[in-house]
């Protein structure tokens, strides 16, 4: 098989709320457009069908890769275990494990599409975004967040921008939207640094809003920039002909 047609299994968390795995279908329906060729499979790691294992079954090679915004417990634990399972079950199954979508300078690009989409000037200096993500019990997780807010500051003119967590850290978005308000922002608006819709999306929207934000922008969702770096996070764990079983 030539090494850019292997399939792609793309591996999403999961949720109860039926709008992440439509929108999950939706985001990979523009890799398959970019990509017609290309086998595009979904699978997830809890909540909703395929699992991993089963969007596996029956292929001779694939590259398996995380629709998450960071590394932490689910793309260093959970599917590695499943892969490590794979691999004991079908030794001759070739499995390519591709790395998370973020950090990656298109995810901030598609940040700015959805918050330009909900009215908001792009590096404007009276603006204060609060970049938002689900949170994690793994500080390396939450690191990695923060230096995105810090290189997004560094590369507009916003009057700041910094980072909150949904659970598992501090500040709270609403928490970090009453301080910047303390602090004299003339103007606070929220870019969730989620993938889809679902709990955390509805509870960042509801906390920022009433604690005094102005804008709270779209999850990243189908994001022309996201099928960008899935493709590129394909291309790259096929060069790399990561193994699963080494993992």
């Known amino acids: ?31 398959r457009q970019a990509r017609p060729d290309l086998d595009v499979r979904t699978a997830f790691l809890d909540h909703a069908p395929p699992t991993l294992t089963g969007a ?25 275990g ?15 494990r591709g790395t998370t979508l973020g950090p990656d300078p298109l995810l901030t690009t ?37 230096g995105v807010a810090r290189q997004w500051a560094r590369d507009r003119r916003w009057w700041s921008v910094t980072a909150a967590y949904a659970s598992a850290a501090s500040p709270t978005p609403a928490a970090e939207v009453r301080r910047l308000a303390r602090a004299g922002a003339p103007r606070i608006v929220v870019a969730p640094y989620l993938l889809a819709p679902g709990h955390f999306a509805d509870k960042i929207r509801r906390d920022t809003l009433a604690a005094g934000a102005s804008v709270v922008a779209e999850v990243l969702g189908p994001a022309p920039e996201l099928a960008t770096v899935i493709l590129d996070r394909h291309a790259r764990a096929v060069h790399q002909e990561e193994r699963s079983a080494t993992a």
């Open 82 to 96: 499943v892969l490590r399972e794979a691999a004991a079950r079908a030794p001759r199954q070739l499995l390519h």
């Open 1 to 31: 098989m030539h090494a850019a047609d292997v399939p792609l299994i793309a591996v999403a968390h999961g949720s109860r709320d039926p709008r992440a795995a439509a929108t999950v279908e939706a985001l990979l329906d523009l890799v």
């Open 56 to 80: 596996l079954r029956g292929l001779p090679e694939a590259v398996v890769l995380p629709l998450l915004l960071t590394e932490a417990y689910h793309s260093r634990v959970d599917i590695p």
């Open 110 to 146: 598609a940040m700015e599409r959805r918050l330009t989409e909900a009215g908001v000037t792009v590096g404007d200096p009276d603006t204060a975004v609060v970049l938002v993500s689900a949170g994690s019990s793994d500080r390396r997780a939450n690191a990695v967040v923060a």
